[in-house]
């Protein structure tokens, strides 16, 4: 594992190093997120953030590259070059639509771009999370891979609209699927756990802490779409290229204590956050007639604030909640799972009293001035028929 944190460090010091000048030349060249209504932000911010991200990741595999123990990873790149191809193409369409505001169609046909790209190159969707359902079919595997990329990338999207929210949730859902990888690779060979997806996932890991201390609140700068696809865009490629692995454990069904589809079931858990206030944003711009693409102020992070939570304090609070689905699911593969169970119910339990706690205190606050008023009134009436009396 050593080998694969040093990698992590690398990236994360590329991205630290970085960002201060990818902030410059966004502040030189204007690249700005405008005040709008549905921000939380009151300052104009420079965007751009993830080309920082992207050169941190891009360094840190190369840096793998020269690693003998990692030399398994790269020795067919096909692969590799297809992942590359694509976050180029995410990075370079993220770049055009912070600066542009490009239309959201362009965007979703670069997404399919991106995802076309992975399949070109041989990483595709083989197992379905529902017991052992291989996808056999190429064409059915191709399309479940470009919809998942374009799924994927837009959960993360969606999801960034707080300092430091993206990035933190993509660092601890990555830090799951990294450790889950890992163990995953061990299991197969106990001698070789040089894997592309725990590659992967210490790349991500590594430019979303070395970002972090830029974009955590208040932020110097921000990832934009840029950095929000490329961190969508690496995640679903871990997810689609782990599946691979599944058909190795064939003979085995299980790993450790839990059935051998957990490595496609895993990325749904680490990004069910991001996907949920997608599937949620949806539905509430369709239902009022609008593209599912438009902007609203009625995401997660949104409601938090406006339910009575500062800034840092919602960050946290859904920092909570991806920690909790991500490492849970994890625990399930070295843990008994009825102790797993029985603490998920619980820190689930507390996690949803913090989250609504806002508006238990302010229905609290109602019930309560609903009865002095009550009291008042009878009082009033009591008082009243004193005097008539």
Request: net charge positive.
């Amino acid at each position: 594992m050593i080998y694969f944190l040093i990698v992590l460090t690398i990236a994360a010091v590329v991205t630290y190093v970085v960002t201060p000048a990818v902030r410059a030349a966004a502040l030189t060249l204007g690249v700005y997120t405008p005040i709008r209504a549905r921000d939380i932000h009151s300052t104009i911010k420079p965007r751009w953030g993830g080309l920082g991200m992207f050169l941190g990741m891009v360094v840190g595999l190369a840096m793998a590259s020269t690693i003998p123990y990692l030399s398994g990873i790269f020795a067919d790149l096909t692969p590799v070059r297809g992942i590359f191809l694509a976050m180029i193409l995410i990075v370079l369409l993220g770049l055009a639509d912070d600066a542009w505001d490009i239309h959201w169609l362009i965007k979703l046909l670069g997404q399919v771009g991106a995802g076309v790209l992975l399949v070109v190159h041989g990483i595709e969707l083989e197992v379905m999370p529902v017991g052992w359902v291989g996808v056999g079919n190429d064409g059915v595997q191709a399309v479940l891979t470009v919809f998942l990329v374009v799924l994927t990338v837009n959960a993360f999207n969606f999801i960034d609209g707080l300092d430091g929210l993206a990035a933190g949730v993509a660092a601890l859902g990555g830090s799951a699927f990294f450790i889950y990888s890992y163990l995953l690779t061990l299991s197969i060979n106990q001698f070789d756990a040089s894997n592309l997806v725990t590659l992967l996932m210490a790349v991500l890991v590594g430019s979303c802490l070395g970002f972090l201390p830029h974009n955590f609140y208040p932020s110097k700068i921000m990832m934009g779409d840029t950095g929000a696809m490329l961190l969508g865009l690496v995640m679903a490629a871990g997810s689609i290229a782990v599946t691979s692995q599944v058909g190795q454990l064939a003979e085995q069904f299980t790993f450790r204590n839990v059935p051998a589809y957990m490595p496609v079931l895993l990325p749904l858990a680490v990004t069910l956050l991001p996907l949920l206030d997608l599937a949620l944003a949806i539905v509430r711009r369709t239902a009022r007639g609008a593209s599912p693409f438009s902007p609203d102020r009625g995401h997660l992070h949104h409601k938090l604030i406006d339910g009575g939570y500062s800034h840092p304090q919602a960050v946290m609070l859904l920092y909570l909640w991806s920690g909790l689905f991500a490492f849970g699911a994890v625990s399930y593969n070295f843990l008994p799972w009825w102790s797993v169970t029985i603490g998920m119910a619980v820190t689930l339990g507390a996690a949803t009293v913090l989250s609504l706690g806002p508006w238990l205190r302010k229905r609290a606050r109602k019930i309560n001035r609903n009865a002095a008023l009550r009291s008042l009134r009878e009082k009033q009436q009591r008082d009243q028929k004193g005097s008539a009396a």
